[in-house]
């Protein structure tokens, strides 16, 4: 592939705080650039406090167990996402319960959360789709309405703003991701965000094989011994050397991803005004942090013969999601509430194209070639 879809963006100094970790001779989690990748993330969401993990996926098996799932308790959220979504909480024996998308956001339909309801039902997953918010305030509302907890999938959604209000920041619990393919990396990585402060304690014990060795530490208790469930969750010294260098160029990183995407619309604008295509759609209330650009072609056909004709021209652009509810573990594990038209239809029709820091002098050509590709078609 000439163009590839991805390519992580490495800022420079990376290595040099990996060596400084190496001299330091602590290699193990929870170091001073541990803590140094938390208080940034706690300053920039607003977040109450944040911790490191192995990935997104990690967080959410974490928010998980903090929910005190128990088999058969249900958690609604969209089909229209990664599995990790689903899996975290099925680990628990809970069901997920899809419900379907907004076909201008693709983020979960709020208006079709409370009749999915059922006196099963302990939390909402949301996910926010392409660094875009869903309808927050509904949800919260919703949640507080039902006495259900709200869990944020931001794995996309790094410093994205709802209504002023840094994603991450709005439910009780939220999971970031990090991994190479997101806006701000550590290879694998992630981070759990936790917005209400009765949950911290437990969370700690639980990042830490089930033990009160944070606060051991913290010089809290004499000695630190097995508390409650937990796992390993926290990731080694060199990964959040290498992830606190990411983050210090954050803001960088997504207004140079802002300026491409902002190309990409304005491109895609005229082939959405001739009816080729439907372009993204950012709410009003919301800013977003260009995690992704993306088209909605019409259907399957249309998808697959644009994919191959952008490979065939050197051009990598991929496609997501399989909706859960069609997988094979999706229909072992959970259950739909009502029609799922917006999400079949978008998974059928959406296609990704290249977005990385350095596509800037490629980007004409891969408008070009797409352009001349819808046009064909
Ligand atoms: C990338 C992603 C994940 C998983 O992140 P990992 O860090 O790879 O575990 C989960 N949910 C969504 C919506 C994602 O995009």
Known sequence: MTIPFNRPYLVGRELDNITQAHAMGQLSGDGSFTRACHAWLERRTGTYKALLTHSCTAALEMAAILLDLQPGDEVIMPSFTFVSTANAFVLRGAVPVFVDIRPDTLNIDEALIEQAITPRTRAICVVHYAGVACEMDTIMAIAARHGLRVVEDAAQALLSQYKGRQLGSVGDLAALSFHETKNVISGEGGAL?????????????????????????????????????GSSYLPSELIAAFLAA??????????????????????????????????????????????????????????????EAMKAAGIGTVFHYIPLHSSPAGQRYGRTSGTLAHTDATSDGLVRLPLWIGLESLQEHVMQTAQRVLEQA
């Open 246 to 307: 990411q983050l210090e160029e954050a803001d960088h990183i997504t207004s140079r991803r802002l300026a491409i995407w902002d190309r990409y619309h304005a491109w895609a604008a005229p082939l959405e005004a001739a009816g080729l295509l439907r372009r993204p759609v950012i709410p009003a209330e919301c800013t977003h942090n260009a995690h992704m650009y993306f088209l909605l072609l019409h259907g399957l056909e249309a998808r697959t013969h644009f994919i």
């Open 193 to 229: 965000l936790i917005n209400d402060p009765a949950l911290v304690e437990r969370a700690e014990v639980i990042r830490e094989k089930g033990t009160n060795r944070s606060r051991f530490f913290r010089g809290q208790v004499d000695k630190y011994t097995w508390v409650d469930l």
